[in-house]
């Protein structure tokens, strides 16, 4: 078999991409449309107050922490499409609450709900299960690429149909968007047996190991700041584009920024992502994006009673946000064992909502103590803080995660095939699981030799077939 054909998504293979990938989409769309208008209309709303409107902006994130590692967990007990189906139905559910409430605790409550619907770990399991282990890599970037377009898309859309529709419109559509992904599990994604996977599942055993590893650590306290610095400035930001004594950009307008804003920081991040990734200058990238958040914080924090120095800023803002959300997960395969990255990825993913969830009740507390310049400033201060320590973060290896199947291996073999493996071109490490018929690796993508893997993993899964 050469190289072409190994490399060849199957039909299978590329439904569940497309599939998979827009039950994301949908998701994601419906949890960020209102980030860029929210903290208008929620003064319009009963009871509100600065602390209230930010816990409603990421209260999602509390109730989507808790909940997607045992969503994951329970998909592998009753099926992968149950809890996606259940959870989009929770998601829609709470979207409804959402638009009925005319009071701010009713928008609480719906956002709560909203984030119960936690799928994320379950979909991630089920396209596993549905791609060979060849090609597991591209569908998890196809589907890491449709939530950084979705996010894009929402934060121009949401403050169009806030307009058009209201925010009660909005989660209103978001309640149609979840249906919509019942539809698409039902009956566009593929169906397939389950099974484990620990490159995308996290293993309970593992997690000792994994949070006493200071350099994983680090990244999850990486994308936890990320997420909340994200939610603290989204609370505030609209605010200052409103507000007559700021930029004074009425509401109905801000999409004009956002729209030239969105496109130009994806073309801007493509070059850096190249440099970390070819040229193999991660670290230097990485840390880099990091100190530019941050200068973006003090630019809102100097200048947003102008528009356009608003405007430059946000500029800045994605186009370092959007490096390193491509970064983090990327480092985090890098740096995690090779049997244990759906735990990494898990307590990582976790970290990532919880985030979002501080970045609103504490962004709301500090925007009714010390008003917009306030939050501005405790996000930057957090940024810095996060600085530090990815200043001491080691250089990663430029290793990839990646499975092999081997079908029966017996206890005195598991040397010996780890030897054969590690002598195969581009695989630097190799940790053979027996009780999962599967081998662990570390490699090099560029430097692998994929047919050998693919014959190697043939031999000893002829005994199975």
Request: aromatic residues 10%.
């Amino acid at each position: 078999m050469n190289e072409n054909e190994i490399d060849k998504l199957s039909p299978i293979e590329k439904r569940a991409a497309g599939s998979l990938a827009s039950i994301y989409a949908l998701r994601m769309l419906g949890l960020f449309m209102i980030f860029p208008v929210f903290s208008l209309y929620g003064q319009q709303l009963e009871g509100n107050t600065p602390l209230l409107i930010g816990l409603a902006i990421g209260a999602y994130g509390l109730t989507q922490a808790i909940f997607q590692i045992p969503f994951g967990m329970l998909s592998d007990k009753i099926g992968r499409k149950p809890v996606i189906v259940a959870g989009m139905l929770i998601f829609a559910l709470g979207s409804i609450i959402a638009a009925l409430s005319d009071s701010i605790y009713g928008v609480i409550m719906g956002r709560i709900i909203q984030g119960s619907g936690a799928v994320a770990a379950a979909v991630m399991a089920l396209a596993a299960d549905l791609t060979r282990e060849q090609h597991r890599l591209k569908i998890m970037a196809t589907i890491g690429i449709s939530i950084g377009f979705a996010f894009a898309v929402a934060m121009v859309a949401g403050s169009i149909l806030s307009e058009w529709i209201g925010v009660d419109g909005i989660f209103w559509l978001t309640a149609f968007f979840a249906l919509i992904g019942v539809a698409v599990t039902l009956f566009w994604v593929p169906n397939a047996p389950k099974s484990f996977h620990r490159e995308t599942e996290p293993v309970p055993a593992q997690f000792k190991t994994i949070l006493s590893d200071h350099q994983l650590l680090r990244l999850d306290v990486g994308i936890m700041v990320l997420h909340m610095v994200l939610t603290a400035t989204f609370l505030v930001l609209p605010l200052a584009l409103a507000n007559e004594q700021h930029a004074n950009l009425p509401s109905a307008e801000h999409w004009k920024m956002y729209l030239p804003v969105m496109i130009l920081s994806m073309i801007l991040m493509l070059p850096f992502i190249i440099i970390a990734e070819k040229q193999r200058r991660m670290k230097e990238v990485f840390v880099g994006a990091i100190a530019v958040v941050a200068l973006a914080e003090l630019g809102f924090w100097s200048f947003n009673d102008s528009f356009y120095g608003l405007a430059f800023f946000v500029l800045v803002f994605f186009s370092a946000f959007n490096i390193l959300e491509a970064s983090l997960p990327s480092l985090v395969s890098k740096m995690s064992p090779a049997e244990a990255k759906g735990t990494a990825m898990g307590i990582y993913s976790t970290s990532q909502f919880f985030g979002a969830f501080l970045g609103g009740i504490i962004g709301g507390k500090l925007l009714g103590l010390y008003g917009i310049n306030g939050v501005f400033l405790f996000a930057m201060l957090s940024m810095l803080g996060w600085l530090f320590l990815a200043l001491t973060m080691k250089t990663p290896r430029y290793l990839s995660s990646y499975v092999v199947k081997l079908g029966r291996v017996q206890s005195e073999e598991i040397s010996r095939v780890a030897a054969g493996l590690t002598g195969i071109c581009g695989v630097a490490e190799a940790v053979v699981i027996p009780e999962d018929g599967a081998a662990y690796l570390k490699v090099d993508l560029h430097a692998l030799d994929k047919a050998g893997l693919l014959e190697f993993s043939k031999k000893y899964s002829q005994e199975d077939e």
